[in-house]
C-alpha cells in the first residue's frame, strides 16, 4: 500500500521501517525533517509538509497527545484537507475518546474513512514488529489496512466497529499498568515497614503469583527508587488517567481506582514530580507511611 | 524428619503427601478423623488428639484461620501444651501478624520455637509439590525445618528472622490480588459500557501487557460473571484484606487500596455476597454504572 | 446605576427587582419574554435582544450555566459585542474558573471591565434582598459597582483582584455542602442499622453539634427520602464537583474528598437518578449497606 | 439519689459538681485522689476504691477509653463485683459499641442494669449543666435515671433500648466532626492556591452557609495552623474513627469517608503528629498540594 506516515518519534520510527520492510511505499512527515532525512536512507519518500504525506491511500498517524493529533489532522493543510476522497487516516497515537469521535465524524464529512488502531508495546517492541495493534472501525476499512498492521505488529485485535472503542482500551491499559503501581507502592511500604527487603519481595512476587513483565519492570524501579531518567513521565500518566476518567463520565462510570489514581498524581505533580517516571507515585505511599519518600 | 502434621484440608493433605514421598515420618491429625484415615494408608500415622501429633521434632499447621490455629495452639492439651522443649511449630497457615507475634511469644516461653510459612499456590499446586514456601524465623531453626520445605515446595522464600513478617508477606499477596480484581472489574465495566466484549478484552490483556495467571483466573470469571461455587470466598477475601489493614495500622501505614476494597467487600456482603467467590466485588463497580450488577 | 440585567430564573428576578426598589434603572433581558414583561410591570425596560440590554454602564449575567454564559457574552451581538467600552460585566453566576478567566481576557481586550460576583443563597434571599455576594475584580471596579451588591445582598466579600478566584470561592461552598450531604448519608445509615430513628438522629445532631441551616435541610430530606422534586438537581450537582475538581487540577491540588463526591454522583446518575434532588447520593450509602437504596 | 461518680477528669469533674448541686448524694473516685479531695470541699463523700463508690444505686463512669472502663467495671474489686444487685452503671465514657454490648451482658448476670450515656459538649458546657446526653437502654431504667441527666444536662435525647447504640450516636458524632475537618481542609488549600486569604475564607463560609460552632472552631485553627496544644488529639481522633469503622464494619456497613479519614490520621500519626490536635489532618491536603503542610 501506499502510506504516509505522520510522527517518526520512538515509536512512529520503528513502525514505518517495519512498513518499508514489508515493502509497503511510505511517505514520511514529522516536525522535526532530520528523522524524515534519516528514514529517507532506508528508502522513504521524505515530504516536507503533512499535505505531501497525504497522497497516497492511507494517512498514519503515532504523535504525542490529542493537540498534536488535533493541529495535523484539522489545520490547514492537515490531513482532512489534503487526504484523497476515498482515503482512510490509521490514527495510531494515544488519543482521547472525545477527539477519536471528532475525527470520525470529520472524515466522514471529507468522504474519507477513519480506523482507530493503538498499540501496545514499548518502543523495542515496535522496531521489531512485534506490536500489538488494537484495532476499530467499519469492517471493510479495517480489511484493507490489514497489511498495514500486518506489518508493524504480531498481532491484531478488533474491538468494535466504532473507532473510539480502541482508544478506550487503550487508555484502560495504562489505567490497569498505573494500578499495578499504586498497589506495588503501597505493598512494598507495608513490607519494608515490617523489614523486609523490598528488592527480595519483589523477587517473590514476581517468582509465584505475579510473574508479568508490568511487576518485573515497576517493581523493580520501586524497589530501586529508580524514577529518573522518566520511561513514561508522571505528567503523562496523569494525562491518560484524566482520559480515561472523562471517557468514564461520558459514559456515566465511576472509577473509584482511578479516581485514587488521579490524586496520587496530582500530590506527584504538586511536589515538582511532574518530570520522574510515573512509577514515582509509589514514592507516596512511602511517604504517607513516614519513611521519607 | 518426624513431623506431627495437623490440617488435613485441600492444601494440608497434598503437603502431608509430600512430606511422605520425601521420606519424612508424619503423624497426622485432622478435625475430622475420616482425612487421617485416608492419609494413614499412604503411611502417615493417624494421630487422634493434636497432643498426639506433637509428639516428633516438628509440629507443622494448615489450618482456617486465627481461631483455629489459636485453639489448636493454645488450647488445652494443644501444641504448645505438648511439644516438647527444643521443638519447633511451623505454622503455614494464613493468619495475623498479631497472632504470629503471640504464638512466637508463648513458644519462647515454653522452650519451644516458632517458625511462619505460608505457602502461595492453590491446591493442585499443593498436590505438585510446586508451592512456593514464604518463610521467617530464626536461622537456625529455618535451616533444622528445610527439609519440610523442600518437600512440599518448588522454592523457599527466607524473608526476615521475624516470623510474622511472613504472615505479612503473604497477607499483602492477597491484598494485590483484589487490587488485580478491583481494577479488572473497573476497566471491564468502561469498555463493556462502550460496546468492547468482555471476553475479547481479557483475550487482549492477558496477551500483552498482563500475561500472568492472576490475570487470566479472574478476567476469565468476571468477563463469565462466574461467581460460584467460590474459589475463594469474599467472605474471606474480606477477612484478609482486614488483617492486613490492621496489620497495616500497627505499623502505621496507610493503605487507600486496602480501605477501598474493604468498603467493596463490605458492600458485597451487605448484599448477602459472602459466600460468592471473592472476583464477584466486579460485579459492584458493573452495578455503580447502571449494568445491573 | 444604569443595569442591563440577562436571565430571570428564580434568582434573577429577585435580584433585578431589588435593582429597581434601591433605585436602579434596569434594562431586562431573559430568553423567554414573559418574565421580562412580568418585570416591566415592576418599572424595568424590556429588552427584546441581548445587545438592547448592555447600552448602560454596567451588564449583570445570572445564567444556569457555562454555555449560557458564554453564548450571551461571546455570541454575535453578545455582551462583548455590544457593551460600550468602558463599561462592565458582573457575572454571578456560577461558572467555571477556566471560563472567568477567559471571559475577563475577553472583555480587556474590548476595552471593557469584567468582575466576578457569585453568591449564596436561596431564591427566597434573593427576593429578600439578604444574598452573600462574593466579589473578586479589580479594586477600582468593584468600588463602582458597589451600590449594586448592595441592593441585592446582605453583605458583601471581595476574595481577590482576580475574577475567578470568586467562582473558585463559589464552587467550594458547593463541594463543601456535598460533602455535608455524604456525610449524613453516611452517618445515619450507620445508626439506623443500629435501629436508631433517622429523624430522631438527625433532631440530636441539629440540636448539639450541627446547628447550622445545611444539617437541617439535608438531613431532613435524607432521613424523609425526599429526594423530588429537586431543590437542586443531582446532575447539576454533579456538574459543579466537576468545576471543583478542573480547578483544582489546574491549581495542582488534589481533592480526595471532591473524587468520592464525584464517584457518587456518577453511580447517581447511572442509576437514573440525574433529576432528583442532589441530596439523593445520601441514598447509594443506604444501598451499599443493604439497605435498599 | 446516690450516685457513685468515677473519673473526675475535665469533663467528669463538672458533671459530678452538678450532681451535688442538684442535691443529689455522690461518692466520687479517681485514679489520682487529689481531684477527689477538691471535690470533697464541695460535698462529695470520697472514696479511695472503685468498690467504695459503688455503694449507692448508681456508679456513673467518665473515663477516657475503652482500657479504663474495662478496668474499672470488669477488674476485681471493680463495678460489676461491687455494686449492689438492682443497681444500676451510667456509662458516659466514648467507649467502643462492642465493649458497650459487653457490659450491657455481663452486668445482666450480675443483676444488675447497664445505660449507655455519653455526652454532647466541651468542658465548659460539662461544668454548666448544658450537656446533651445522648442515652439508652430499658425505659424503666432510663426513667429512674433521669434525675442524672436532668443535673448535668440542658437536654437528653433516648435513642434506643439498646445501650450500645448511644455509643454508637456519640462515635458518628466524632466522625461528622472529623469530616468537616477534612473538607474544610481540602477547600481551604484549593483557594488558598487560587490566592484567598484563608482567614477571609472562613469568615465567609462561617457568615453565610456554615453558621456552625464546628466549622468555626475548625476553620479558625486551621487558617491559624493552630495545632498545638491539642483540644483533642489525633491520636484520639484515629481511636475514635476506628471505633466507627469497627462497629460499621459488625453491621456491615461500608463507610467510605470513615476509610478516608482513617487513612489521614494514619498519615499525620506516621509523620509524628499523634499529639497535635486532630484539625492537623487538614495540613495534609496543604501537604499534598505542595503548599508545605
Request: a negative charge.
Amino acid at each position: 500500500m501506499h502510506v504516509g506516515f505522520i510522527g517518526l518519534g520512538n515509536m512512529g520510527n520503528g513502525m514505518a521501517v517495519n512498513l518499508l520492510t514489508a515493502g509497503h511505499a511510505v511517505t514520511a512527515y514529522n516536525r522535526s525533517p532530520a528523522k524524515v532525512d534519516a528514514l529517507a536512507q532506508q528508502g522513504a519518500t521524505p515530504a516536507r509538509t503533512v499535505a505531501e504525506a497525504c497522497q497516497g491511500d492511507v494517512a498514519q498517524t503515532m504523535l504525542a497527545d490529542d493537540g498534536a493529533v488535533e493541529q495535523v489532522t484539522l489545520g490547514p493543510d492537515g490531513i482532512v484537507a489534503s487526504l484523497p476522497p476515498g482515503g482512510t487516516h490509521v490514527s495510531s497515537s494515544t488519543i482521547s475518546v472525545a477527539l477519536a469521535r471528532r475525527l470520525c465524524s470529520v472524515h466522514a464529512e471529507a468522504g474519507q474513512s477513519f480506523v482507530s488502531a493503538p498499540v501496545f508495546g514499548r518502543p523495542e517492541a515496535a522496531a521489531a514488529a512485534k506490536l500489538f495493534v488494537v484495532a476499530a472501525g467499519p469492517p471493510a476499512v479495517l480489511d484493507a489496512v490489514a497489511p498495514i498492521f500486518d506489518a508493524i505488529g504480531q498481532r491484531t485485535f478488533v474491538v468494535s466497529e466504532q473507532p473510539h472503542a480502541a482508544n478506550l482500551v487503550k487508555l484502560s491499559g495504562n489505567f490497569l499498568l498505573a494500578t499495578v503501581i499504586e498497589s506495588l507502592g503501597e505493598a512494598m511500604t507495608l513490607v519494608e515497614k515490617a523489614g523486609v527487603d523490598p528488592v527480595a519481595y519483589v523477587d517473590i512476587l514476581t517468582s509465584t503469583l505475579f510473574d508479568a513483565p508490568a511487576y518485573k519492570t515497576y517493581g523493580g524501579l520501586i524497589a530501586r527508587k529508580s524514577f529518573e531518567p522518566a520511561g513514561f513521565a508522571a505528567a503523562l500518566g496523569l494525562k491518560d488517567v484524566r482520559l480515561a476518567l472523562q471517557a468514564a463520565e461520558e459514559l456515566t462510570v465511576p472509577l473509584p481506582l482511578g479516581s485514587l489514581l488521579r490524586d496520587r498524581f496530582l500530590t506527584l505533580l504538586a511536589d515538582g514530580g511532574g518530570q520522574l517516571d510515573w512509577s514515582a507515585i509509589a514514592s507516596l505511599a512511602r511517604r504517607d507511611a513516614g519513611l521519607g519518600g
